[in-house]
T-cell receptor
Framework: GQNIDQPTEMTATEGAIVQINCTYQ??????LFWYQQHAGEAPTFLSY??LDGLEEKGRFSSFLSRSKGYSYLLLKELQMKDSASYLC??????????WGAGTKLIIKP | IAGITQAPTSQILAAGRRMTLRCTQD?????MYWYRQDLGLGLRLIHY???????GKGEVPDGYSVSRANTDDFPLTLASAVPSQTSVYFC?????????????FGPGTRLTVL
């Protein structure tokens, strides 16, 4: 079967750095996405990886290792507004997105 | 309209009733999707459409139907609602189905079936 694993919840301090991990087992791989979802709102796109390595976008970076079925999202200089759920999704061989349950990130002052 | 819209925002529905959730996008995206999101579970794909005139089944299609008569609209119909269909429903669209095309999400419809 297809499976995306992420930690359920993480806590970090304002101004710090946090890494959210995602491991996947899917039928085929055609890219990995990270989305942010604030409570009661729709998911919004953060990053896309299809090749191994690090993609940096401001305070957010995403890493992919296809051989290990592993990705992480790195958030630097955490702000209170970063409190949200972070969703990992893999595009499978049918070009459909398979979604993890999300990681709820709590930022403390 | 800017982006993707959904209606209604929320709805309470008696079991057995028929309900259509509306979704409209003005980005001229070819691909559209319907997901449901339940607590503790990831988004699950119900139905999708890679281009106007075509539709496909996702992971959890039973009890739902869709149509794609034109590029902009992608309604989702529950023929006879059941309590297990209580969920938050998100419509999404992307320029194309593959590549690095991100999906843009509507604001969601919160549906309660009693």
């Amino acid at each position: 079967g297809q499976n995306i694993d992420q930690p359920t919840e993480m806590t970090a301090t304002e101004g710090a750095i946090v890494q959210i991990n995602c491991t996947y087992q899917t039928s085929g791989f055609n890219g990995l996405f990270w989305y942010q979802q604030h409570a009661g709102e729709a998911p919004t796109f953060l990053s896309y990886n299809v090749l191994d390595g690090l993609e940096e976008k401001g305070r957010f970076s995403s890493f992919l290792s296809r051989s290990k079925g592993y990705s992480y999202l790195l958030l630097k200089e955490l702000q209170m507004k970063d409190s949200a759920s972070y969703l990992c999704a893999v595009r499978d061989s049918n070009y459909q997105l398979i979604w993890g349950a999300g990681t709820k990130l709590i930022i403390k002052p | 309209i800017a982006g993707i819209t959904q209606a209604p925002t929320s709805q309470i529905l008696a079991a057995g009733r028929r309900m259509t959730l509306r979704c409209t996008q003005d980005m001229r995206h070819n691909a559209m999707y319907w997901y449901r999101q339940d607590l503790g579970l990831g988004l699950r794909l119900i139905h999708y459409s890679n281009t106007a005139g075509t539709t496909g089944k996702g992971e959890v299609p039973d009890g739902y139907s869709v149509s794609r008569a034109n590029t902009d609209d992608f309604p989702l119909t529950l023929a006879s609602a059941v309590p297990s269909q209580t969920s938050v429903y998100f419509c999404a669209s992307s320029a194309e189905a593959g590549g690095n095309n991100e999906q843009f999400f509507g604001p969601g419809t919160r549906l309660t079936v009693l």
